[in-house]
C-alpha cells in the first residue's frame, strides 16, 4: 500500500503524544490523513516585517527584536498580564500575555525572536505600541523556516486546552514530514486537463502558503487552486464511490413484477381522489423499475402534502399482486400508526392484511401482507418470507446504513425511499447519486395556500383571536412548543405549561396534550379523538411533526418559532393546508431573535415552496449540518463546500463517470481505487449489502 502511512495514527508523531492525540481527536484528527487534510479555516497575513519606529495603529504586522524586559505586572486571583518588551534599534514595543505566566520561562532577556498581531496604542499611556497575545517565534537559528510568524500563517479550528499555536505548530510538523510522502493518484489527463497543481503541492499551499504574494481572500474563501484541487479530489473520490454503488446495484438481477394489474386497479378505482399528474407519472416510473429484472433503488421527493402515501401503497400493492409481501418503516411510532390506520382505510374493500410493527407492540396479523413499522422491523429477530418490497418513508430521519439492513430483511427486495426535505435536483442527482430520482413536484388539487404570519409576544392577543375565530368557525388547531416541560436555564415556554395556560384561555373548548413522553397507545388515541375532530386544540411537542395527516386542522401556531430549524419549520406547516378550510401558520417569535432565526422566519413568510426552503436552508446552514453528519450513512465532505463548489460537484462528477466508463473497476489507477474505497471502507454494508 503506497499510501499506508494515511492511516497511521499521529499519536506517534514526535511532539504528539497520547495526551494530545486525545485533544486532536475532538477536533477529527486520528491519522495523518486526518490531519494533512485539516484544513485552516482562515489565514493572517503576517509576511510584513517593519521596523517598530515604522508601525501604524491597528496594522496586523510582524517585527523582529530582542527581550529587552519582562514582567508579571499584575496578579490577582486568576488574573495575570505577563509584560514583554521587544526592542529593535529603532524603538520599542511591549507585548502583553493574559493569564499566561509560565510564558516568563521563554522570554528570556536579550533572546531573539518575532512577534506578529495586531498594533494597538499604549491604552494607559497612550503613547508607545503594544500587542495583545501576539503570536511570537524564537530565532534559533536564521535558516529555521517561519512557522508561526513572517509568512501567511494558517489558522485552525481548535478545541479548548489545544492552543492554536500547539495545534499550528504540529500539524507543521506533520505537513514538512508527511506531504513528500504522498503519492499523487491522479490520472494525469485530469490533472493537465484542468491545470491542477499536485497533491504534495496543493497539501503544503494550503497548511503554509510558499508565497507571500497571493490573494488572500481566495485563501479565505477557500477557493485558491490549491483549496480547488483539494475540494475537488474529495468530491470526485465520493462520485466514484456512489456511482459504483449505483452500477453494483444496475446489475444486480431484482425481481420481475410483470403480473398483470389486478390489486392496483382495484385500489384506482376505490380511491376517491383521482391521481394528480406528478403521483401518476412518479408510479409510472417506480412500476417500470419494479417490472425490470434489475432491484429498484429510488427516491421519491415530494413536498409536504404532496400525496407520497398512496404512490407507495400503490408500489406495495404491485409486488402483493405479484405473489410478494411489502415493508414501509417509518422514523416514529406515531407515524406508524397514523400511516397504518390510513392505509388500512385506504386499503379498505381490498382483501390484504395489514398489519403494524413497533417496539412496543408484536404484529397484530397472522401473516400479513404488508407490515408497516419503526425501527423494530430492522431488529434482529424478525424476517420475512416472500418480501418484495421494502419501503423507507422520512428517509431523512434514517441513515443509509438502515435502509441497507431493511434490504437485508428479504433477498433483493426492490427499494423505495421517500423523503419530504427535498434538496435542489442537481445536488440530489450528484449527492445521493446512488439512487434514482422522482419527484412529486405537483400539489393535490383544492388545496389553498396558507397564509402565515409571524407575530412577537407582545402580540399574543391576536393569536388568540385567530385561534378564536377559525376554531369557532369548526376548523382545529395545532399549537406546537420546543419543549415538553419548563426549563429555566434555557428560558423556554413549554408544552405542559402552555397547555395549561390554553385550557384557561380557551374554558369551552377541548384541548390535550400530546408529546414524546406520553405513552404510545394514549397518544394514538389522542390523535384519533384530534382527527375525528372530538379535540379542538392540540397542544404538543415535534412529535407532530412527521407526516400527521388531519385535513380539518388548519391552524398551526409553532411558539418560539425562532428555535426551530427551517425545514422543520416548513415540515410542522404542511400539516395544515391540507382540506377545505383556509389555513394559518402563525410563528409566534419570543426575545430577539438571532440573525439566522430571521433569515429562517423570512423564508418562511415568502415561500411555501419545498424546493425553494430547501435551498435556503441549505444556504443557511452550510452543507456540513444541512445533510446532517455520520447519520446519513455517506462519507461526510470535510473539504468541499456544496454551495461554494457547485461547479467543481459537477466537474467531479462528469470526470467520475468518463473514467469508470473506460475502467470500471479502476485496474489502471490502483492508487486512485485505493483512496476511494478509503473514503467509502466504513460503509463497506452500503457496499456489500446493495
Ligand atoms: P405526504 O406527501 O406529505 O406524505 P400524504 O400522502 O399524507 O402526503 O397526502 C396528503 C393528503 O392528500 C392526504 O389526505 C391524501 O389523502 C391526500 N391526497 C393524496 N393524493 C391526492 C390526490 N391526488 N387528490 C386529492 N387528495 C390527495
Ligand atoms: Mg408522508
Known sequence: MPNGFLSEPVQYIKGVGPKRAELLKKIGISTIADALFYLPFRYEDRSSLKKINQL?????TTVRGEVARCELVRRRKGFSILEVTVSDNSGHITAKFFNQPFLKKIFKIGKSLYISGTVKTNRYLGVGFEMENPEYEAIEDESDRHVHTLRIVPVYRSTSGLGQKTLRGLLHSIVESCAGKLKEYMPDDIIVKHSFPGLEDAVRNVHFPEDDNIDLNKYNSGTSRFHKRLSFDELFLYQIGVIKIKSDIVEKKGISFVSPPSLTSE??????????????????????????????????????GSGKTVVAVMAMLKA??????????????????????NITKLLKGIQIKCALLTSGEKINEDEPDIIIGTHALIQKGFSLDKL?????????????????????????????????????RTLAMTLYGDLDHSVIDELPPGRKPIDTMVFMESEKNKVYDILRREIGKGGQAYIVYPVIEEDEELNLRSAELGYEAFKELFR???????????????????????????????????????????????????????????????????????????????????????EEAVRRIRAMERTSDGFKIAEEDLNIRGPGDFFGTDQSGYPQLRIANLIRDRELLELSRSEAVVILEKDPMLDRYPDLRQRANKMWENRTELYNTV
Not at 384506482?268 to 406528478?278: C, K, Y
Not at 402483493?320 to 407515524?335: C, Q, S
Not at 408529546?515 to 415535534?542: A, Q, W, Y
Request: proline share 4%; glycine share 8%.
Open 508 to 594: 369551552d373548548r377541548a384541548i390535550d396534550l400530546v408529546h414524546g413522553r406520553i405513552r404510545p397507545e394514549d397518544r394514538n388515541e389522542i390523535m384519533n379523538r384530534f382527527k375525528s375532530g372530538d379535540i379542538d386544540i392540540l397542544v404538543g411537542t415535534t412529535v407532530i411533526e412527521v407526516g400527521v395527516d388531519v385535513p380539518n386542522a388548519n391552524v398551526m401556531v409553532i411558539v418560539h418559532a425562532e428555535r426551530f430549524g427551517l425545514s422543520q419549520l416548513h415540515q410542522l406547516r404542511g400539516r395544515v393546508g391540507r382540506g377545505e378550510r383556509g389555513s394559518f401558520c402563525v410563528l409566534l417569535v419570543y426575545g430577539e431573535p438571532g
Open 320 to 341: 402483493l399482486e405479484n405473489g410478494y409481501k411489502a415493508v414501509m418503516m417509518v422514523p416514529t411510532e406515531l407515524l406508524a400508526q397514523q400511516h397504518y390506520q
Open 56 to 60: 501604524q495603529p491597528d496594522e496586523m
Open 388 to 424: 418484495g418490497l421494502a419501503i423507507v418513508d422520512e428517509q431523512h430521519r434514517f441513515g443509509v446504513r438502515q435502509r441497507a439492513q431493511l434490504r437485508k430483511k428479504g433477498t433483493d427486495p426492490d427499494v423505495l425511499v421517500m423523503t419530504a426535505t427535498p434538496i435542489p
Open 267 to 304: 385500489l384506482r378505482a376505490l380511491l376517491d381522489f383521482e391521481l394528480t399528474g406528478a403521483q401518476e407519472r412518479v408510479v409510472a416510473e417506480i412500476f417500470s423499475d419494479m417490472e425490470s429484472e434489475n432491484q429498484m433503488n429510488r427516491l421519491i421527493q415530494g413536498d409536504v
